[in-house]
């Protein structure tokens, strides 16, 4: 009998007869492994626990607490609730059911009737019934024809659509119970383990993204191995409800949009400026001790400059039209990157050797055309403000220089309570070079630097393939916030090519022309989407120095104005930010708005505060914390009110 040889994620070789499957090397492992084993590795390639390996590989078994068992888990309930929809909706055609980032959905073509958010109990009851039979995902190997002829019977266009696109001999269907469906897979053993289904959303899609083809319904959900884990989800979206950027930006005036500005296009209004502006002065003085000089770019840079730099083969029709001048030929673009222009900047006169490393920090405006339909509150927008700093280094400065942006963004992190992140190594896809650009000798040695620089300070690294920029590797930091939820923040990118590009230069000691490295950084990533990440981080609570408004005073009644004002300005030649609510209201109704206002802290002031020259301290979501004099108040939470160092 032959053998293969199966490699396991410790790197120790077991041996199982040909044709073992995926389910047997989980017993052989532990039985509690095979209990909650839901799919399984192979070769980088995720599949059913039932498929036989014929060939030595290297595996890992997926279990819920894993990316890949939980992809397994919701691509098989997407297929549940399809059966569900065929045993409610005879005749109902289907288009695509994928798994996504949580849960699945499948969109669908009911015909004639009409479903809404009313249905969704209805079908959650069905797919639970069809889960307790414990009905088997199987898979078969088809031929074109047998597939086209299946769904063809079925009355089906979508799904032959679909299979017109696939090469004969590549083609599976997965059935469980009375469902049939095209399908590469991978799915998990059976559907009893699906214990607890939530029905979320109902939407329109066109079928395959074209406004030119039928709009069909878009069914979502999520689903999970235990109810408590569904009532803990469900508990999640309420409280991300209460945190979302969009709310929160509204209520606490910190931003808004115009049809008449543009969409993607954010107002900062007066209090979400000055929230912007804190940040930007943090980041300034972390740049300039860090030894970055600042500088300005326009708005805008000829065309040519971003042909050189390879930003217009590769973004072009993704960007916004080229604007045209009254001069025949002339044409610009609105700012896709500032890196193009940090170049120019680099070559305004010779540079030694001993000029490097040369540090160019710019709060720049950058403008990409985003799809109407991607764009999100803060999160996806169409102008963004980027903290962009390049460095210009010798290539023996290169790790040097990465440690220290590393050291940045995590001051970044901690300053603002991002305790939580893992940096991701964002490497070339190694089969499709083709959407980047530099010699393959320049990227492996800029991937091996980042590693290692990530590797001397410690950090938990995680390797992805294609997620690089097309000019270079990149360290990206995914931040999880208060909810759990992933957020990319921040990024530090090696980059051998632009310099190429540009034909930038230096004299080095051998008084020969050397080419620079250029590493990108931007902690905040952009200003935009780091604000709103940290609106629902904090849900609205910024630490004390960052608050827009920092405190409130209330006057009891109009009697105290006049030593409520004393107060808000004796504070304010102390840097402290806030206002007075001389309004003729109640002291009750004062405190409900400021607190509904998330001002940190509340000075009350009546008579006998403004007789002893005191103020009751009352903190945001806290209540009372007694009387001080004004003096002991600005001194107690002075270093809460100072900006970070």
């Known amino acids: 009998m032959s053998q293969v040889n199966i490699t396991l994620p410790d790197g120790s070789i077991r041996t199982f007869p040909s044709a073992v499957k995926g389910i047997e090397i989980a017993q052989s492992i532990s039985e509690g492994l095979a209990r909650n084993a839901l799919a399984i590795e192979v070769n980088g390639e995720i599949w059913d626990l039932s498929r036989s390996i014929h060939q030595d590989a290297a595996i890992r078994i997926f279990t819920w607490n894993d990316k890949g068992g939980k992809y397994a888990f919701w691509h098989s309930s997407a297929h549940l609730l399809a059966e569900a929809l065929e045993a409610l909706y005879p005749g109902v055609k289907f288009g695509i059911g994928p798994p996504i980032e949580n849960g699945f959905y499948y969109d669908v073509d009911l015909g004639d009737r009409a479903f809404g958010e009313e249905d969704l109990l209805a079908v959650e009851k069905k797919m639970a019934e069809l ?3 414990n009905n088997a995902f199987q898979r078969s190997e088809v031929s074109k024809a047998e597939a086209i002829g299946y769904f063809t019977q079925k009355q089906d266009p979508y799904k032959v659509e679909l299979l017109n696109d696939l090469a004969d001999g590549s083609i599976t269907f997965y059935k469980q ?6 399908c590469r897979g991978p799915h998990i053993p059976h559907t009893g ?3 607890a289904i939530k029905l979320t959303n109902v939407a329109g899609a066109y079928w395959r993204g074209n406004e030119k083809n039928k709009m069909l319904t878009r069914i979502y959900g999520i689903t999970f191995p235990k109810q408590k884990e569904l009532e803990e989800y469900i508990h999640l979206l309420e409280e991300a409800k209460k945190r979302d950027h969009r709310k929160l930006g509204k209520e606490l005036e910190l931003f808004a949009f115009s049809e ?7 107002l900062w209004l007066p209090k979400g400026t000055i929230l912007r502006e804190r940040l930007e002065q943090f980041m300034r003085k972390a740049q300039v001790k860090a030894g970055y000089d600042p500088v300005v770019t326009p708005h805008i840079g000829g065309k040519q400059l971003y042909v050189t730099s390879g930003h217009y083969e590769k973004y072009g029709k993704d960007s916004f039209q080229p604007i045209h001048t009254p001069d025949e030929g002339e044409q610009f673009l609105l700012k896709p990157m500032n890196c193009p222009h940090h170049c120019e900047i680099y ?7 001993k000029d490097l490393p040369i540090r160019l920090a710019e709060f720049g405006t950058v403008y990409r055309y985003e799809q109407s339909g991607e764009l999100h509150g803060l999160t996806r927008v169409r102008g963004f ?9 010798r290539p023996d400065q290169v790790k040097e220089e990465f440690v220290k942006v590393i050291d940045l963004v995590l001051f970044v992190f901690k300053s603002l309570g991002f305790e939580n992140y893992t940096a991701q190594v964002s490497l070339r896809d190694p089969d499709n070079k083709s959407k980047y650009i530099g010699a393959d000798e320049l990227w492996e040695r800029a991937e091996r630097e980042i590693q290692e620089a990530a590797d001397e300070r410690g950090l938990k690294t995680v390797a992805v393939k294609g997620e690089a920029a097309f000019y270079g590797p990149k360290l990206d930091f995914m931040v999880k916030d208060a909810l759990g939820r992933s957020w990319q923040l921040g990024t530090i990118q090696v980059d051998y090519n632009l310099p190429d590009r540009f034909e930038l230069e230096y004299i080095g000691s051998d008084n020969q022309r050397h080419r620079p490295v250029m590493i990108h950084r931007a902690p905040f990533g952009s200003m935009e989407r780091f604000v709103a990440v940290l609106i629902e981080h904090c849900a609205g609570n910024f630490p004390l120095w960052l608050a827009p408004e920092q405190i409130a005073v209330l006057p009891i009644s109009e009697k105290f104005n006049d030593y409520a004002k004393q107060v808000l300005d004796t504070l304010k030649d102390r840097d402290i930010r806030g206002f007075l609510d001389d309004r003729d209201e109640k002291i009750g109704r004062k405190i409900r708005d400021a607190e509904v206002s998330k001002v940190p802290y509340m000075l009350i002031v009546g008579e006998k505060e403004a007789a002893e020259g005191k103020v009751a301290v009352r903190k945001h979501g806290e209540g009372d914390k007694g009387a001080l004099l004004l003096s002991e108040f600005s001194s107690q939470y002075a270093h809460d009110f100072a900006m970070p160092s």
């Open 131 to 133: 889960a307790k039979a």
């Open 177 to 182: 119970g009375n469902f049939t469906d095209l």
């Open 193 to 195: 383990l699906i214990k």
């Open 260 to 266: 008449k500005v543009g969409m993607g296009l954010p």
């Open 347 to 353: 070559k305004v006169k010779p540079r030694s050797y």
């Open 385 to 393: 403000t980027q903290d962009d700093a390049h460095i210009f280094c």
